[in-house]
């Protein structure tokens, strides 16, 4: 029988034939049967391939019939799946999808609402009129375990609730249910919030059985079933216990997952317009499933289904195309097609599969449905979480899980799904443990499970004792120490801590004791309480709790020190392996074989040996596989060689290798092993067959290692991996196999990665599927680390001292620091040591990392890189010559003198074992410049300066990892080093990868020696971002540094190039000072810095020099394209403005203190003749540049051939003169002299003039480099080099400022100086001040010459004790840091104030500070807080000059860290400022004599304080105050009895008395309040009012007074003129009807219309209003563009909506125009409101939701990153094809950033429900309930101080109201904080009466607010006094209502004070609907909130007795009288 018709088959036999008569025979019978056991109303699926589909028939008067499928949909489906026991339904077909039925037509015309229990419960009609063709069809979801439902509601989010479990559907009781389950059911059901339960069946009697009983959920589950619950019941749910739930309707952009098998897969559906809807899967990607993923609580999507592969969905399709970045929060934000555009079908349906929450790691247990310690048990394989079958299991089971989960054992073992049925799969069955084991995998068990669910394993855990210890975040023997006490775990500080505590420990676990006992939480932080501290065990206690410890509650200790253990096992068996000499993890490989201990020999040993290892301990496999004695050398025998794994092998003895008899392995070659510090997580990678930073790439995936296929294989990807590894990046991605080719799975194919991903998993790939990929494409990466040091700057840093047995005298080791690197210590004389960095340099540094195994150091680093040692300094003034073996065969001393302390520790970083051939380093100078060694042949060697040029410098930079370089010095620069010189005559064209690359000669022929050896300074920096606020012409930088770079311009709205064609210094030199820079050094071409990328703006530039800009230079633009970015012009600048105002001479070719000599003369710059040339003359050029005077004065082109004419020859300077133009010279027209006789100076950059005994200076180098020369006996001389050292060096460095010394250079390698030579034998401990402290001899023997002139290389940096810098902030703001005895700490806040903030910014410089903050406001500092309690008078000169205390006492954490915020402007005499108040009221300070002082209030009055406030920019002043109103001053009274005219332009042109007859203390300080209106420029008679500096209403000062503008025929035009007058760009809107409120007075013009081109409004026509027709309803406004670079108006505007929101219009060629909303997004609205000076968009309404516009589409096909200052910046098309009409118009919605002209209120109902009315426009109005919610509902009673909205009543419920419609079609989210920032259009379409006036219905807040107290019916500062009490607000009594009280509720508000008190009348209007809360309130001012105030709560007041207050604000000010005050 198939498709209900019968099919007779060919029968086989007689036999065959009789079954087949027989069957037919009986079928009427059966069928009748069947029908006559079915109910009426029972429905069946027939002809589907499955149950789950077929066509629906159904029971009507006893016998079966079709349904019609007229208005067959999606609701009628789920009736009958629902009916049927399914899921919802995931199709409705038409047209008798399953074959055409037989049977009568017994339904029609089904209209069902979704909910109904049976399909006969829907409408239909019984008669109908269609064939069977029409013969309806279902497709239902299948139902899985836990799926719940609601049945027999109204609606499709309420009913009673039922859960399928166990095949079939059940009911849930009501007892316990409370409104945290009811929100697990409802998200779970993919609604949103619950609203409420009902039990006693309110949704009928319960059906089926009692599924769930007592529940207990906490709200944060994902499903019922995750909830504590109850399987066996006492309910009776035929007597009305059955739960049912309300839940809220779905919100606009909900998602929901259909079709899948489990919770986290299935079809995507969004709720969109009232209806649910699926998603086309055009460009349907992993970005967007994971947007739908996280949108649905999951952490993202493992994958993006395609195809409609979980069924199709429903009409509509709401979504078409949709891309997502990925960072959106749901579906809608993304960019897509919407549902009236699509044109997909469903067989495109989108789906997800998402990662679930709960992901875990391989093998970890949880327990689910109980309890902590009890549930049902649940172990994580195979990537989800899954049950274990209870077959054999037993308490010995259950004890081994309880011991995994940390318990101390199992109470019982729990079987028959004792805490509820799970979900698939089933993990592990016929589990049998023996009880030892560490983790339930590891007992015997099968995974061919033959389970249900019904037989779920559980267990009940017994709670630790007190005092039971545990290891965490290890492994089985090592981690950190935990110990429960007082009921819960927690951490032991390291205070104390030693190996007999450890011991302690590890034999209370049962180990046999410590192997170490390492602190600073090696084994990471815990969290929780710090239990125990102070530990103090004599190692034979039974446990520790029994051991002396102190608690830690004086919070002493951090979890940076928790303390950890790593322990031993008693009884060693057979093939046991151990680590030695290392950490837990990570160890020389050490194996126990017959009967001791011996080593493995690293011959062929590799990673797969080393993963046996690690596997063998534990650990989840290996990181790496070191030989070469990484670890150390062992001791003993070495029992194992020739090792040979496969990998797969459990012990190491199981692989194939040797025995050592015949001693051909050394403890040299000590294998090593580093392992995985714990269980391997899915997705973790690893470096595989290279070194610690290279490698092939392994993933652990399904858990096992496998390799990646290098298709698609790129940087981006390999910086994926690097980064997860922990590198800052890759620097190659090789594959083709680079490291060899891996075995087992290749578990990634095509990967695609952005390079923002955290996990290489998380990339685009393909699962390898298709074996397309074999291992010899194995992919690698090469990783590196920008700073090396990092890794080592932390104190609490990993502690890798290794635990020696027996160390060989002379044995080296790197502590402190990571593999490769650390402290040098040396074993002598039985115990370990440091090595003094006296003399300490590279060669030393090779040898001991030689010793250690390595290639050799590529640093030397001393002054304790790595931290101080301890105990003895065993060697000092180490001298090697670089061949030797060992350390302790090179010259040294042995340090008894003990002239060396541990911060002289000496420091090496090692090249690793594999150091490329090719490899290169920089030696002798630092991080960014050296020599460079190049390593070829097995050796380190150098390279020689033949041919050695830029070129070649910027190849070894970008090897290195720099973005170029700066110089390519020569001639041993950076000293002379040791070993091969390598290559010779390198030529690199610059685009090699490496420096070996290049061609270059080998130096067999020996013609060059190491006084020629190469070096590079290298650029740091990595290109930064610029400035959004670009304007035409603005040049910049890029590809280098501050100073240097490619140039480029920004024309026509974009950044481009500048070709190189005639490009000359004379461009350079205009390009270098408009960036700020006196003039260029050098004018590089062809792509110096690297090419650019877009247009090459200029071609041809020609420069005279004196161009302001360069796009005043003479150009041609490149539109014929003959110029290429590899013709890039680039430019150098001078670092510092050495050229001042009259001063036309420079320094080229050098830096900013020493260069050839140039000036400027005739017109032109050109250079001077070195004949005759001197120190005098090059004294005269030095401080005419503004320095002290010149070190040296340089002939012969020094610093290179200058270019154009030699304009002075024969200079001759006396040294006295201001100018070398003062000098005598000769003009150069004779032609006597080349530019190879060019001059050039080096001058002093100390400012110091007057030179003393005892000075010191550097010759013949830079400001931080040169010769060292001393001033005695009246003459300046130089040091001999006899002695010199950097001790020495040190002294010279500090005495000239610096930090210290870099180098002690010897051997006049700054050249030789003139006579005499004053030191010698200068011996200096290196604490002296100066150099003439140290001992020396004087050089009266002779016995030196000027070829050992000693020199120094210093830090350049300065800190002095005392110094102050700020931190995390910018150059005028930060955290306050302070350099104290040695070290910069930071400054509590506690005191804190604006004088030691002034202190502050003075001694950096600024003229005083802005503001002083507190609480670590920039971030929070490290280090030590140096000082607290700061209490400065405000006139001292340095912070350190304040009292203070320091902070030893701990009483002041990093959370109190002082800022400042320093005043940026130089302050002139007569500069006045408020202080102790905001903005615009304050104290008056005035700046006279250099010091800020206060102004006495004698004779103050309103005149004086409008010449205060004029001055400082306002109209004038509201308030003169007197009396200290804004608190005392300090310093100076600087004015008394000042007396104005009222005119004066400063208050310095009043008369005045200066107070120094001190008749006037700082309790009579002047304030003022001022008039906070800022929007009249001076000189310019308009203004803004009633917005801000930016927009407000338009008046106008005429006939002496001002007054408002009429808004008849205002217009753009007309704003225009207004926004450019007051100095803006132009006019953004020109908003009319009083759109910024009503003002007073005359209105002054009508009728205005603008041209648009006038200079001021007053030059527009205009009418006077004499007539009268204009109120003030109708004054004009604008809202201006801060945007200058616009010439005329912005180019964007809004229109057809309001201020903030509209159509969006664009200003392009002349002539306005609209945006198509093709591909219109939030992110392209994001741009337009911040261009408009909003704070972003809220919504982003397409389809002309503002009206269409007119006139042409000026965009289309926008695509905006979101970064963009101006939407032109975005990618868009023009509209030419004219595929988008105005039907299409874009719009947006933008944030507002103030409501202050916004107020909304409640009328006609009650203080919670009522008519919504709001304050727009300048009056009250109503809201149209067009598109009215409860999401709308929710924001107005959030507004008004209520809890969520119960209702959103619509249809005028509460009555109708008067005036304007304000607000129609509003759109709020919920999350809005008020309702003007929902998105709505105004109402001026009239399309909406009253009779739709839209209401809410407010629950009461439940909790009291954070505020309780508020200002009602005035403004945000101003207003009603209310305070909340009993659950409600009521007002204040003004009995007693005072300053003190005003001062309390004003600070409590966040204001600074009280301006007035009031009591209500006609500015505060009383409100007799609210109670009065209380009464006789009195407060002294001190109390931080009203309610802290002594008062009553009974009264005797009426309501116009409120109380009120005027607050001060840190913006506007209302207007006030001083009548008010």
């Known amino acids: 029988m198939q498709d209900g018709r019968i099919t007779i088959m060919a029968c086989r036999t007689r036999r065959d034939m009789l079954w087949a008569i027989v069957w037919w025979v ?47 949909g999606i609701a009628e489906s789920d009736v009958v799946c629902h009916q049927l026991g399914f899921g919802p339904a995931a199709e409705a077909p038409p047209r008798a999808r399953f074959g055409e039925g037989t049977d009568p037509i017994v339904m029609d015309d089904v209209r069902c609402t979704g909910t109904e229990e049976a399909l006969v419960s829907c409408q239909f009609n019984r008669v109908s009129n269609c064939g069977h063709s029409e013969d309806a069809s279902v497709v239902c979801t299948q139902v899985s375990e836990g799926d719940i439902r609601l049945v027999n509601g109204s609606s499709h989010h309420e009913g009673r609730l039922e859960v399928f479990l166990g095949g079939q559907w059940g009911s849930v009781c009501d007892d316990l249910w409370d409104s945290l389950d009811t929100e697990v059911v409802c998200r779970q059901l993919g609604f949103g919030d619950g609203i409420g339960s009902h039990a006693s069946g309110r949704y009928g009697t319960g059906k089926g059985p009692v599924m769930v009983d007592d529940a207990g959920c906490t709200g944060t589950e994902a499903h019922l079933l995750d909830c504590p619950h109850r399987r066996d019941h006492n309910c009776n749910i035929d007597g009305w216990e059955a739960i049912g739930i309300v839940c809220k309707e779905p919100a606009e952009g909900n998602v929901r997952l259909l079709g899948g098998e489990h919770h986290h897969e299935g079809r995507v559906e969004v709720y969109v317009a009232g209806e649910w809807g699926g998603v086309c899967d055009g460009s349907w990607e992993l970005e967007a499933a994971s947007v739908v993923c996280r949108q649905l609580g999951f952490p993202g999507a493992l994958t993006a289904v395609k195809n409609a592969a979980y069924g199709s969905a429903q009409d509509p399709i709401q979504l078409d195309h949709v891309y997502c970045e990925g960072t959106e929060t749901t579906l809608l934000e993304c960019s897509h097609v919407p549902r009236d555009k699509v044109n997909c079908q ?206 830690s509650e004086s919070e002493n200790c951090g979890h940076g020190e928790d303390a950890g253990v790593v322990c031993y096992i008693n009884q060693t068996a057979e093939g046991t392996v151990r680590l030695a000499n290392g950490n837990g993890t990570a160890g020389r490989v050490e194996v126990f074989l017959n009967g001791e201990w011996g080593t493995v020999c690293d011959d062929y040993w590799d990673v797969t040996d080393a993963d046996v290892v690690c596997r063998q301990l534990g650990f989840s496999g290996a990181i790496s596989a070191p030989g070469s004695a990484a670890f150390g050398e062992g001791i003993g025998l070495t029992q194992m060689d020739d090792v040979a794994c496969t990998g797969s092998e459990e012990s190491l003895f199981d692989c194939t290798f040797h025995n050592t008899t015949f001693e051909n392995c050394g403890h040299s070659e000590d294998a090593g092993v580093m392992c995985y510090a714990s269980t391997t997580k899915h997705g973790v990678v690893r470096l595989a067959n290279g070194n610690d930073t290279a490698g092939r790439v392994e993933v652990f995936l399904n858990g096992e290692w496998g390799t990646v296929c290098d298709d698609h294989w790129g940087i981006q990807d390999a910086g994926v991996v690097c980064r997860q590894l922990g590198f800052d990046g890759a620097i190659g991605a090789p594959g083709s196999a680079s490291f060899g080719e891996g075995s087992g799975p290749i578990h990634m194919d095509n990967v695609l990665c952005s390079g923002s991903e955290e996990r290489l998993t998380l990339c685009r790939h393909e699962d390898y599927h298709d074996q397309n990929c074999g291992h010899g494409e194995d992919a690698g990466a090469v990783c590196f680390s920008d700073s090396t040091t990092e890794l080592v700057t932390e104190r609490t840093e990993l502690v890798t001292e290794r635990t020696e047995l027996v160390t060989e005298s002379g044995s080296v080791r790197l502590a402190n620091g990571y593999g490769t690197a650390g402290r040098v210590e040396v074993f002598l004389n039985g115990e370990w040591g440091t090595v003094c960095d006296d003399f300490w340099e590279i060669e030393d540094a090779d040898v001991v990392c030689r010793q250690l195994g390595y290639n050799g150091a590529s640093s030397s ?90 070129e070649d410098a910027t190849i070894a930079c970008r090897q290195l990892g720099f973005t170029g370089a700066i110089s390519a010095p020569g001639a041993a620069l950076f000293g002379e080093g040791a070993g091969p010189t390598h290559i010779d005559d390198v030529e690199c064209s610059g685009s090699e990868a490496r420096l070996a690359d290049c061609q270059f000669s080998d130096l067999s022929l020996e013609n060059c020696g190491h006084n020629e050896d190469a070096g590079v300074v290298c650029n740091g920096s990595t290109e930064a971002g610029y400035d959004s606020t670009e304007e035409n012409g603005d040049v910049r930088l890029r590809g280098g540094n501050d100073t240097a770079g490619r140039v480029e311009v920004f024309l026509n709205g974009q950044w481009g190039t500048v070709c190189d064609d005639d490009w000359w210094d004379t461009d350079a030199d205009v390009v270098c000072r408009q960036l700020g820079f006196s003039g260029a050094i050098s004018a590089p071409g062809s792509a110096h810095f690297g090419e650019g990328l877009g247009l090459v703006h200029m071609d041809n530039v020609a420069c005279s020099g004196l161009e302001g800009r360069l796009i005043d230079c003479s150009f041609t633009n490149s539109t014929f394209g003959n110029c290429d970015h590899n013709e890039d012009a680039s430019a150098v600048c001078f670092i510092d403005m050495p050229v001042t105002a009259g001063a036309p001479v420079r320094l080229d070719g050098g830096n900013a203190t020493a260069g050839r000599v140039e000036v400027f003369l005739n017109g032109e710059w050109g250079t001077v003749c070195d004949d005759y040339w001197d120190i005098q003359d090059a004294n005269v050029v030095c401080r005419q540049l503004g320095f002290s005077g010149a070190i040296s004065a340089l002939g012969s082109a020094f610093f290179g051939e200058g270019v154009g004419l030699t304009r002075m020859d024969d200079v001759y300077c006396s040294g006295s003169e201001e100018n070398l133009f003062d000098c005598l010279f000769t003009d150069s027209a004779s032609d006597n002299c080349g530019h190879i006789e060019d001059a050039s100076v080096v001058c002093s950059a100390d400012i110091s003039v007057t030179v003393t005994a005892g000075a010191i200076r550097l010759a013949n180098g830079n400001a931080t480099a040169g010769r060292v020369e001393v001033f005695l006996y009246g003459v300046w001389g130089t040091v001999c080099d006899d002695s010199w050292d950097m001790n020495d060096a040190s002294v010279v460095c500090r005495q000239l400022g610096f930090t210290g010394a870099i180098s002690a250079p010897v051997l006049a390698f700054f050249g030789e100086g003139a006579d005499p030579t004053h030191m010698d034998d200068v011996i200096c401990s290196g604490s002296e001040e100066r150099l003439v402290d140290c001992q020396f001899s004087d050089s009266t023997s002779e016995n030196c010459g000027h070829s050992e002139d000693a020199g120094v290389v210093c830090y350049n940096s300065i800190e002095e004790n005392g110094s102050i810098r700020l931190s995390n902030g910018n150059d005028t703001a930060g955290r306050v840091e302070v350099f104290l005895n040695g070290e910069w700490g930071t400054v509590c806040d506690d005191y804190w104030g604006p004088e030691d903030a002034n202190v502050v910014c003075r001694q950096l410089g600024f003229s005083g500070a802005d503001f002083a903050l507190g609480s670590a406001f920039f971030g929070e500092g490290v280090g030590l807080v140096q000082m607290d309690d700061v209490a400065c008078s405000g006139l001292e000169k340095s912070l350190i000059d304040c009292s203070f205390t320091n902070s030893t006492s701990e009483n002041c954490g990093h959370g109190e860290d002082a800022n400042v915020v320093c005043s940026t402007v130089l302050t002139a005499n ?121 927009a407000g209403r338009v008046e106008v000062f005429l006939h002496g007074e001002w007054g408002t503008v009429c808004d008849d025929d205002w217009s753009i035009k007309d704003a225009n003129v207004v926004c450019r007058q007051l100095g803006f760009g132009g006019a953004i809107s020109a908003p009319e009807s009083a759109f910024f409120g009503a003002g007073v007075g005359l209105t002054q013009m009508d009728n205005v219309r603008c041209s648009g081109s006038e200079e001021s409004l007053f030059d527009c026509l205009y009418t006077d209003s004499t007539l009268d027709n204009c109120g003030h309803t109708e004054d004009a406004g604008v809202v201006c563009s801060t945007d200058t670079s616009v010439t005329g108006s912005n180019p964007i505007r809004l229109a057809g909506g309001n201020v903030t929101a509209g159509r969006v219009e664009v200003f392009l060629n002349g002539e306005w125009g609209t945006v198509c909303d093709d591909y219109w997004d939030i992110t392209d609205a994001d741009v337009v409101c911040r261009q408009l000076g909003f704070s972003g968009a809220n919504s982003a309404p397409g389809s002309a939701a503002f009206g269409e516009g007119v006139g042409l589409t000026q965009m289309d096909d926008v695509a905006c990153y979101g970064s963009e200052a101006s939407l032109l910046d975005c990618s868009y098309t023009d509209s030419t094809g004219e595929n988008c009409g105005h039907n299409e118009d874009a719009g947006v919605v933008c944030l507002t950033d103030t409501t202050d002209n916004f107020e909304i209120r409640l009328a006609n109902g009650n203080d919670t429900s009522g008519r919504v009315e709001v304050f727009l426009n300048g009056e009250w109005g109503t809201v ?35 005036g304007p419609t304000q607000m129609d079609n509003v759109n709020c989210s919920g999350s809005e904080a008020s309702l003007v920032d929902c998105a709505f259009i105004d109402s001026t379409g009239e399309n909406c009466a009253h009779s739709e006036d839209a209401g809410v219905v407010c629950s009461a807040s439940t909790t009291e607010p954070t505020v309780p107290v508020r200002l009602a019916d005035d403004t945000e500062s101003a207003g009603r006094v209310e305070v909340f009490l009993d659950g409600q607000w009521g007002t204040v009594c003004d009995d007693y209502w005072g300053p003190e009280e005003a001062t309390t509720t004003c600070r409590q508000l966040g204001f600074a004070g009280a301006i007035s008190y009031e009591t209500v009348g006609e500015r505060i209007p009383a409100d007799e609907s609210v109670p009065i809360a209380i009464d006789d309130v009195r407060c002294t001012g001190s109390e931080s909130s009203l309610l802290d105030c002594d008062y009553i709560t009974t009264h005797n007041c009426q309501h116009g007795e409120d109380a009120g207050v005027v607050c001060f604000t840190d913006g506007e000010l209302p207007d006030r009288s001083e009548e008010e005050i």
């Not at 069947?34 to 589909?53: C, K, N, W």
């Not at 505590?501 to 676990?509: E, F, K, P, T």
């Not at 005045?1552 to 309040?1569: K, R």
């Open 26 to 72: 009986s079928l009427p019978i059966i069928l009748s049967a069947i029908s006559t056991f079915a109910q009426d109303g029972s429905v069946r699926l027939v002809g589907g391939s499955t149950p789950q589909e077929g066509r629906v028939e159904v029971i009507i008067n006893g016998a079966w019939g079709t349904v019609c499928d007229d208005g067959w």
């Open 346 to 551: 469903h067989d495109h349906d989108a789906g997800v599969v998402c990662q679930v929450n709960d992901i875990g790691t391989e093998g970890d247990i949880r327990l689910v449905g109980g309890s902590d310690t009890a549930g049902r048990v649940e172990v994580y394989l195979h990537g989800q979480w899954g049950t274990v079958c209870d077959d054999h299991w037993d308490k010995t089971d259950a004890d081994v899980v309880c011991k995994q989960l940390g318990f101390r054992e199992a109470i019982a073992g729990y079987q028959d799904a004792h805490f509820g049925a799970g979900e698939e799969p089933t993990h592990l069955d016929d589990v049998k443990c023996l009880g030892n084991e560490s983790s339930i995998l590891e007992c015997e068990h099968t995974l061919d499970e033959n389970c249900s669910h019904e037989e779920d394993a559980g267990v009940s855990c017994l709670e630790e004792v007190n005092g039971a210890v545990r290891l965490v975040n290890g492994n089985d023997t090592a981690g950190r120490v935990e110990v429960y006490l007082n009921g819960e775990w927690g951490t032991v500080c390291d205070d104390s801590w030693e190996t007999k505590d450890a011991d302690v420990v590890c034999r209370q676990l049962g180990f046999g004791g410590a192997i170490s006992a390492p602190g600073y939480a090696l084994f990471g932080e815990g969290v929780g309480l710090i239990q125990m501290d102070d530990v103090t065990c004599v190692g034979s206690e039974e446990g520790l709790i029994r051991c002396l410890f102190t608690d």
């Open 861 to 950: 680093p001393g002054n304790a890189l790595f931290g101080e040692g301890l105990g003895l300094t065993h060697m000092d003034d180490v001298l090697c010559s670089g061949s030797e073996d060992r350390l302790d065969q090179c010259s040294y001393v042995d340090h008894a003198d003990e002239n060396c302390g541990h911060a002289e520790d000496a420091g090496a970083v090692c090249y690793d074992n594999s150091t490329e051939t090719g490899a290169i380093r920089l030696a002798n100078g630092n991080a960014t410049a050296g020599r460079v060694e190049v390593f070829l042949s097995g050796s380190w060697g150098t390279v020689c300066d033949d041919s050695w040029d830029m």
């Open 1470 to 1590: 007569g500069t006045i400022r408020l202080a102790g108040g905001n903005n615009t009221a304050g104290r008056v300070e005035v700046f006279l004599d250099d010091q800020w002082g206060t102004v006495c209030d004698d004779y103050w009055g309103p005149e004086d304080a409008n010449v205060v406030c004029r001055q400082l920019g306002f109209s004038g002043a509201d308030f003169a105050l007197g009396s200290a109103f804004f608190g005392e001053g300090v310093g100076l009274v600087q004015m008394d009895d000042v007396t104005c005219s009222g005119l004066e332009e400063s208050l310095i042109d009043c008369s005045f008395v200066d107070s120094t007859f001190e008749n006037c203390g700082h309790g009579e300080d002047a304030g003022v309040v001022c008039s906070a209106d800022t929007g009249t420029i001076r000189g310019s008679p308009v203004r803004l009012a009633g917005g801000n500096d930016t």
């Open 1824 to 1858: 149209c309930d067009d598109d009215w919610g409860i999401d709308d509902a929710n924001v107005v009673c959030r507004q008004l101080g209520f809890g969520e909205a119960s209702s959103a009543p619509r249809y005028a419920l509460f009555g109708e109201g008067v």
